[in-house]
């Protein structure tokens, strides 16, 4: 199995002291060893936590997968690194050539937006309101920015009335506060950042 570190602003300021479990990885299942695969998957990307549970990240990545678009499969797992502290990490699918075109078909490409590796996002914590670079300059012309608001306020409104909100929130939640996992991060830590996330979406 091989492991690297993975991502460019999201490595700046760690130093030799910086815990290694908390750090966004690579994993290469069959980097040694040919075709050794995880659920079919050889490349799965240990993500760095955005909050205590990443559960922000999962319901997002959920909701996603909930109305039909293309969203990386993701796990929470307990995650440590040789043999120190265990700490709570989302194992997400890598949007490489085998996602995009699992996705999107033979030949698809997937573009990155640009960025500078600033803090480009805005919004609340689990909310919908988060924008980027790219984002913005489709908001440059006015009538295409109304229509990209319309849609998503349409898209979270059919998601929470229908209930799939909630019960993604549920069925995350309750992963978090079992198992392995549980034993990494309390249940008040959980259902703490579970309210916030069901505040911001508008779940009762």
Do not use: C
């Not at 909930?66 to 890598?94: C, W, Y």
């Not at 960025?115 to 480009?120: F, N, S, T």
């Not at 849609?151 to 992963?175: F, K, V, Y």
Request: aromatic residues 6%; glycine residues 12%; hydrophobic residues 40%.
């Amino acid at each position: 199995m091989g492991l690297k570190l993975k991502g460019n602003s999201s490595l700046r300021g760690i130093s030799a002291q910086s815990d290694p479990a908390t750090l966004p990885w690579i994993i290469r299942l069959d980097r040694f060893v040919d075709d050794r695969t995880w659920d079919g998957w050889s490349e799965p990307v240990v993500h760095a936590n955005s909050s205590e549970t990443s559960l922000n990240e999962a319901i997002a990545l959920s909701l996603f997968a909930e109305t039909g678009l293309a969203a990386e499969a993701a796990v929470s797992s307990s995650f440590s690194v040789n043999g120190g502290g265990s700490a709570l990490r989302l194992i997400v699918q890598n949007s490489n050539e085998q996602w995009t075109e699992t996705n999107f078909g033979e030949g698809a490409l997937l573009y990155k937006s640009e960025g500078d590796g600033g803090e480009d996002f805005g919004g609340g914590q689990g909310g919908m309101s988060r924008s980027n670079v790219l984002a913005e300059r489709f908001r440059a012309n006015e009538e295409f920015g109304h229509t990209i608001d319309d849609a998503a306020s349409a898209l979270q409104a059919e998601l929470i009335d229908s209930g799939r909100a909630a019960e993604s929130l549920d069925q995350r939640q309750n992963t978090l506060t079992g198992g392995a996992v549980g034993e990494v991060v309390s249940a008040d830590t959980v259902r703490s950042e579970a309210s916030q996330i069901a505040e911001a979406l508008g779940i009762e």
